[in-house]
């Protein structure tokens, strides 16, 4: 359902469930991502269901766009009994130890003593025992997948449900709860389980006004597409469903059951072929792959960016022999590092984070954790900050060992060259020495408008106490943008080389020196840190050319930074 439309205020009863079933390959072998789509609407015994249609057509073009083969080649609409236990045999059977397979539903479900039930549209039961019969098991469906040796199933139920009427007697009722059941999920073995309901176990779901999909799979569909982690997907599809059904009697609000154990990606591999010929794999192995990385470096370009195991897009940069990072490092990114890097930065080290009652506050602790405390509220997607330049370049070292390339920040130069400025006629200046050219990227007016980038305007208002005085009087006094502090990263438009945010959202860390000529005891002998941000509002800030200094073993709540990828194979 897209967001902020309006809903009917009344749930259908029986339910309406949408199940995907992602399974993820041992690594050391060759995969194939396949999917079967089922769309029931049309039922003899239940309410129809048009949005179910909509949503099994949506689901199977989306598995397309991410390269999965879908079974049939696409939806399978309004099945009887037979014939949906019929295909998922079927499916089952074309699928190999290590694929990756997903499994999708939508339509009428039940939970009957406990145990959660798919409806077929010829389902006519009129008792509990002949609904067991005619009803599809779920757990049946699962464990056909499961015993193909999957390493992942993950089950998406998108419901909106209630006690069937169909069913009659106080001993039968009693043995009925409202909603789908919890699903009991054993990770004890070696199959990796996630179980997403489209809201909580026992409740309902809300129906969808005609010509829409549900609230549930809108956001799955646009969300899984995103280059994001499955745990950190399902996240954010939690929070648009809530934010959709906002205005309802009881907001709807999707639970999660089970565990993974590792990062799972469903987007942000290439695409048609897979790489250099292998099927697509959503479990990234550099050793696996290695040969076929050199290619893919080679063939990236602004159209088809190379991806790694995190979800980060690099493209080229004339004028540079590396790959740049179309995106600030994310929060998802530097967690990964955060969590699952041995090595430790010292923490001597001083990173500010913001507060609305006071100039600065200190943040006190390890420093390769002030990312989590920055003082305001920040998602996976937005652009990491309080990073010291330590812990930066930690992080381009942990990732390197793990993708088996060199990351590194960027120079100054190469920054230069991303923005799309040229400064070949002075490139042997330090950058403290060059000249503040008032190089403005699609501003045309002052204030600029608020699709141009995430700088410091109304909507800021009280919010940075130490600069309000000169907000007020800055030209940018009437600007205003969406967000107070970090955008999440892309946005708002690229420029001219595919790069974004390289104007506002964050400042940028780059590994050059602000002014080598000076001693190293010098206040200003810090690394150069490029662009604006959030908090900026003055005019010669917002210059792409604009250079600020960060010292060694600091941090601040407005700066960022972007990775680069070195590699022979880059010309």
């Known amino acids: 359902m897209p967001r902020g439309s309006k809903r009917p205020s009344l749930p259908i009863l029986p339910c309406l469930l949408c199940l995907g079933i992602i399974v993820f390959p041992p690594l050391a072998q060759a995969q194939a991502r396949k999917a079967i789509v089922f769309g029931n609407a049309e039922y003899l015994a239940f309410p129809n269901l048009d949005d179910s249609a909509r949503d099994a057509n949506l689901m199977a073009k989306t598995f397309s766009k991410l390269g999965i083969a879908v079974h049939g080649g696409g939806a399978s609409l309004n099945l009887t009994g037979d014939q949906m236990v019929e295909e998922v045999d079927a499916f089952a059977d074309t699928l190999r130890p290590g694929d990756e397979a997903f499994f999708f539903f939508s339509g009428h479900g039940i939970q009957l003593e406990g145990l959660n039930y798919l409806i077929p549209s010829d389902f006519d039961a009129k008792t509990e025992s002949l609904a067991k019969r005619k009803a599809v098991d779920l757990y049946e469906q699962l464990e056909k997948l499961e015993q193909r040796n999957c390493r992942l199933v993950v089950m998406f139920l998108d419901c909106c449900r209630d006690t069937p009427s169909f069913i009659t007697g106080e001993a039968s009722k009693k043995s009925l709860n409202k909603g789908l059941a919890e699903m009991k999920v054993d990770t004890s073995g070696s199959t990796e389980i996630m179980v997403c309901f489209s809201t909580m176990h026992g409740k309902v779901s809300w129906t969808s006004p005609n010509g829409t999909t549900s609230a549930f799979t809108t956001a799955l569909a646009e969300e899984i597409q995103r280059p994001a982690e499955l745990s950190s997907v399902m996240k954010a599809v939690g929070r648009r469903v809530r934010e959709d059904t906002k205005d309802e009697e009881q907001p709807q609000t999707p639970a999660i059951y089970g565990n993974l154990l590792n990062d799972y990606f469903l987007a942000g591999l290439p695409r048609s072929g897979g790489m250099d010929g292998l099927p697509q794999t959503s479990a990234f192995n550099s050793n696996t792959i290695q040969e076929s990385v050199s290619s893919r470096l080679q063939r990236a370009s602004k159209s088809d960016p190379f991806v790694n195991s995190l979800g980060m897009r690099f493209v080229p940069v004339e004028g540079t022999n590396v790959l740049f990072s179309v995106w600030e490092t994310r929060v998802s990114d530097f967690m990964s590092f955060s969590e699952n890097s041995s090595s430790r930065v010292s923490t001597d080290a001083t990173v500010i984070v913001h507060s609305d009652s006071e100039p600065i506050k200190l943040f006190e602790g390890r420093p390769d954790l002030a990312y989590r405390a920055c003082g305001f509220p920040q998602?996976?997607?937005?652009?990491?900050?309080?990073?010291?330049?330590?812990?930066?370049?930690?992080?381009?070292?942990?990732?390197?060992?793990?993708?088996?390339?060199?990351?590194?920040?960027?120079?100054?130069?190469?920054?230069?060259?991303?923005?799309?400025?040229?400064?070949?006629?002075?490139?042997?200046?330090?950058?403290?020495?060059?000249?503040?050219?008032?190089?403005?990227?699609?501003?045309?007016?002052?204030?600029?408008?608020?699709?141009?980038?995430?700088?410091?305007?109304?909507?800021?208002?009280?919010?940075?106490?130490?600069?309000?005085?000169?907000?007020?009087?800055?030209?940018?006094?009437?600007?205003?943008?969406?967000?107070?502090?970090?955008?999440?990263?892309?946005?708002?438009?690229?420029?001219?080389?595919?790069?974004?945010?390289?104007?506002g959202n964050v400042k940028e860390l780059t590994i050059s020196i602000y002014n080598p000529s000076l001693p190293e005891s010098h206040q200003d002998n810090g690394y150069s840190v490029r662009g604006s941000s959030f908090r900026t509002n003055e005019l010669n800030g917002v210059s792409l050319s604009t250079r600020t200094a960060l010292q060694r073993g600091q941090g601040f709540y407005e700066f960022g930074f972007r990775v680069v990828i070195e590699s022979p194979s880059v010309r």
């Open 379 to 503: 998602g996976p997607d937005h652009p990491v900050v309080c990073v010291t330049p330590e812990n930066a370049r930690a992080f381009c070292d942990w990732l390197s060992k793990k993708e088996g390339v060199i990351y590194r920040l960027p120079s100054d130069a190469e920054w230069s060259c991303a923005a799309g400025l040229d400064e070949s006629k002075n490139v042997l200046l330090s950058p403290a020495e060059k000249s503040v050219t008032f190089a403005l990227q699609g501003i045309q007016s002052v204030p600029p408008g608020s699709d141009v980038g995430n700088l410091l305007g109304k909507e800021a208002s009280g919010k940075f106490y130490n600069i309000q005085s000169r907000t007020v009087m800055s030209p940018f006094s009437s600007h205003m943008d969406a967000y107070v502090f970090t955008a999440p990263v892309g946005t708002y438009p690229p420029n001219l080389n595919g790069i974004f945010d390289i104007f």
